[in-house]
């Protein structure tokens, strides 16, 4: 159905769309015909899209035309990505009202006319938010999340809502990332049998293959730098509270946020400009105040890294020695780019995740009652919500059950000594004695480390079988880190991730930027069935 809506729109135009098309801002036959083509979106950046709307060889209305076309050919149909969970249906209308605010003169933000895809568990008035549940199927927020909106008075399009790893792999301890009862599960698009990692595996797999050329995800710990990682992006998890959370699907008001997502650091910068904002109203927000950068873009250099002084957290590596050997290879470029290079051992490391497991049952039942009463959702508690999953077992737990539900409803309120004893501790291994400890403790400005493993087969069966990445650390700090792609392993991309101090998102994007400009490591997918292909 997805696919016959996406091809139509090629064809014949909806009136509203059309109609109100305006004449590209440029003039000349060359820049009506450019207008007219469909214009070749693989591996188009979003900061060339917009450069080509500003000159006016490009139209919002054409560019997202060419998405929904791209969508079904590679999502619905071809490789059958299974990326794209729903599509806007307002996507084309919405472009032709941009394309006639610049007509007119107004240019909202460089993300004026630029189409981008959501995960399905932010809030977005009109299309359905249900972190991948079939029990939330027809779950249709009145209002949009505070990013969402941010997003709109930017000029961005929703072109749609991307498929998630069902309650952001919080539902049992055997689950598959990228599967979903709503979506079905999301193919890798370097290795169709791989799996795209999660929970923001939909966005992950939609950006690497050109559906769009930005989306947003979101992470508790991992769930946009190990999907980033795996399907050759670039990923920012940002400091808690510098994206809001409101109006998200959550799992831990300690740990969740939202970041951007795209195939350069540039793109993921321009995105992080528009998304980042202090919201009072966000138990975050408030400490965010007046540390949130205006423009992302702005600090990006080649020539960033050099005088830096970067750590190397090698209890994150010996999991695999072809990473190992790429993060050697990356090192070696660090310090070519002018960086000094440290080894840095964490006494805490690992040491903190029984504890994050204990505060993340316990935030995850009081936030997700809290979101479904509020919200209006056709199930009003964690504990409706399991009825529902067991009153319709073979639709919404075919491969696996609820054990982390069954553990987290078992669980008392936040006010619970345990819990506090279990956030507190958490925190203070990763963050104050963990990693913020060690750059202190080193004066350094980052510390690195190998992202991911390579992507694994899918497995319903067993589940997931993580090997190592070492992003966790910043996860449970609460502190921002970025992975950008150094390589690949038979086909299969690898990344690596930078991380430091709270609010340091800008000097990451110029390191990260810097490490991508010397690398340029990144390579297209092939959509092949198997690795051994």
Same mark, same amino acid.
């Given at each position: 159905?997805?696919?016959?809506?996406?091809?139509?729109?090629?064809?014949?135009?909806?009136?509203?769309?059309?109609?109100?098309?305006?004449?590209?801002?440029?003039?000349?036959?060359?820049?009506?015909?450019?207008?007219?083509?469909?214009?070749?979106?693989?591996?188009?950046?979003?900061?060339?899209?917009?450069?080509?709307?500003?000159?006016?060889?490009?139209?919002?209305?054409?560019?997202?035309?060419?998405?929904?076309?791209?969508?079904?050919?590679?999502?619905?149909?071809?490789?059958?990505?299974?990326?794209?969970?729903?599509?806007?249906?307002?996507?084309?209308?919405?472009?032709?009202?941009?394309?006639?605010?610049?007509?007119?003169?107004?240019?909202?933000?460089?993300?004026?006319?630029?189409?981008?895809?959501?995960?399905?568990?932010?809030?977005?008035?009109?299309?359905?938010?249900?972190?991948?549940?079939?029990?939330?199927?027809?779950?249709?927020?009145?209002?949009?999340?505070?990013?969402?909106?941010?997003?709109?008075?930017?000029?961005?399009?929703?072109?749609?809502?991307?498929?998630?790893?069902?309650?952001?792999?919080?539902?049992?301890?055997?689950?598959?990332?990228?599967?979903?009862?709503?979506?079905?599960?999301?193919?890798?698009?370097?290795?169709?049998?791989?799996?795209?990692?999660?929970?923001?595996?939909?966005?992950?797999?939609?950006?690497?293959?050109?559906?769009?050329?930005?989306?947003?995800?979101?992470?508790?710990?991992?769930?946009?730098?190990?999907?980033?990682?795996?399907?050759?992006?670039?990923?920012?998890?940002?400091?808690?509270?510098?994206?809001?959370?409101?109006?998200?699907?959550?799992?831990?008001?300690?740990?969740?946020?939202?970041?951007?997502?795209?195939?350069?650091?540039?793109?993921?910068?321009?995105?992080?400009?528009?998304?980042?904002?202090?919201?009072?109203?966000?138990?975050?927000?408030?400490?965010?105040?007046?540390?949130?950068?205006?423009?992302?873009?702005?600090?990006?250099?080649?020539?960033?890294?050099?005088?830096?002084?970067?750590?190397?957290?090698?209890?994150?590596?010996?999991?695999?020695?072809?990473?190992?050997?790429?993060?050697?290879?990356?090192?070696?470029?660090?310090?070519?780019?002018?960086?000094?290079?440290?080894?840095?051992?964490?006494?805490?490391?690992?040491?903190?995740?029984?504890?994050?497991?204990?505060?993340?049952?316990?935030?995850?039942?009081?936030?997700?009652?809290?979101?479904? =009463? *509020?919200?209006?959702?056709?199930? !009003?508690?964690? /504990?409706? +919500?399991? @009825?529902?999953?067991?009153?319709? $077992?073979?639709? &919404?737990?075919?491969?696996?059950?609820?054990?982390?539900?069954?553990?987290?409803?078992?669980?008392?309120?936040?006010?619970?000594?345990?819990?506090?004893?279990? =956030? *507190?501790?958490?925190?203070?291994? !990763?963050?104050? /004695?963990? +990693?913020? @400890?060690?750059?202190?403790?080193? $004066?350094?400005? &980052?510390?690195?480390?190998?992202?991911?493993?390579?992507?694994?087969?899918?497995?319903?069966?067993?589940?997931?079988?993580?090997?190592?990445?070492?992003?966790?650390?910043?996860?449970?700090?609460?502190?921002?880190?970025?992975?950008?792609?150094?390589?690949?392993?038979?086909?299969?991309?690898?990344?690596?991730?930078?991380?430091?101090?709270?609010?340091?998102?800008?000097?990451?994007?110029?390191?990260?930027?810097?490490?991508?400009?010397?690398?340029?490591?990144?390579?297209?997918?092939?959509?092949?069935?198997?690795?051994?292909?």
């Amino acid at each position: 159905m997805r696919a016959s809506v996406a091809l139509l729109a090629l064809i014949t135009c909806s009136a509203p769309a059309c109609a109100s098309e305006p004449a590209p801002a440029g003039s000349g036959a060359a820049a009506t015909q450019a207008a007219l083509s469909p214009p070749d979106v693989i591996e188009l950046s979003a900061s060339d899209a917009a450069d080509r709307m500003r000159a006016g060889t490009l139209t919002s209305v054409a560019l997202t035309q060419a998405y929904l076309a791209r969508i079904a050919a590679i999502d619905d149909s071809g490789p059958t990505l299974n990326a794209v969970i729903e599509l806007n249906p307002s996507a084309l209308s919405d472009a032709a009202a941009l394309d006639a605010e610049r007509a007119g003169g107004r240019v909202r933000s460089p993300l004026h006319g630029l189409p981008l895809l959501l995960k399905d568990n932010i809030d977005e008035a009109g299309l359905v938010n249900s972190a991948g549940s079939l029990a939330l199927s027809s779950h249709r927020p009145k209002t949009d999340a505070f990013l969402v909106t941010r997003l709109r008075a930017a000029g961005a399009v929703i072109l749609g809502k991307t498929n998630v790893s069902e309650w952001a792999n919080f539902r049992s301890t055997r689950s598959s990332s990228g599967w979903s009862s709503r979506g079905g599960q999301t193919k890798n698009p370097y290795a169709l049998d791989r799996n795209p990692c999660g929970s923001s595996s939909g966005t992950g797999s939609a950006i690497a293959a050109s559906l769009a050329a930005i989306g947003v995800g979101t992470e508790t710990d991992g769930s946009i730098i190990c999907p980033a990682a795996v399907a050759g992006l670039v990923g920012l998890k940002p400091t808690v509270g510098v994206v809001s959370r409101r109006g998200i699907i959550p799992i831990s008001i300690s740990q969740d946020t939202a970041g951007p997502m795209g195939r350069s650091v540039r793109d993921v910068a321009l995105l992080m400009s528009a998304l980042a904002g202090a919201d009072a109203n966000d138990p975050a927000g408030e400490a965010a105040e007046g540390r949130i950068t205006a423009d992302y873009t702005v600090a990006l250099s080649a020539g960033a890294l050099q005088g830096r002084r970067m750590g190397v957290l090698r209890q994150t590596m010996g999991v695999h020695p072809d990473v190992d050997a790429a993060m050697e290879r990356s090192l070696q470029t660090l310090k070519a780019a002018g960086a000094e290079i440290v080894d840095v051992t964490i006494p805490s490391h690992g040491q903190w995740g029984a504890h994050e497991l204990q505060l993340m049952l316990y935030e995850f039942k009081d936030g997700l009652n809290a979101y479904l =009463r *509020d919200s209006g959702a056709p199930v !009003a508690s964690l /504990e409706a +919500l399991m @009825a529902w999953n067991i009153a319709n $077992r073979e639709r &919404a737990m075919p491969f696996f059950g609820q054990e982390l539900f069954e553990q987290a409803q078992a669980k008392g309120p936040l006010t619970d000594a345990v819990y506090v004893r279990a =956030r *507190d501790t958490a925190r203070r291994l !990763a963050g104050t /004695e963990g +990693l913020l @400890a060690a750059l202190d403790r080193g $004066r350094l400005d &980052a510390i690195v480390a190998p992202s991911e493993a390579p992507a694994w087969p899918t497995d319903h069966v067993l589940g997931d079988h993580f090997l190592g990445g070492g992003y966790g650390i910043s996860a449970v700090a609460g502190t921002p880190s970025l992975t950008v792609p150094m390589g690949e392993v038979m086909g299969l991309p690898i990344g690596i991730a930078f991380m430091s101090r709270p609010y340091t998102e800008a000097q990451l994007l110029s390191w990260g930027y810097a490490f991508e400009q010397a690398t340029r490591a990144r390579k297209p997918p092939t959509y092949r069935p198997t690795v051994e292909d």
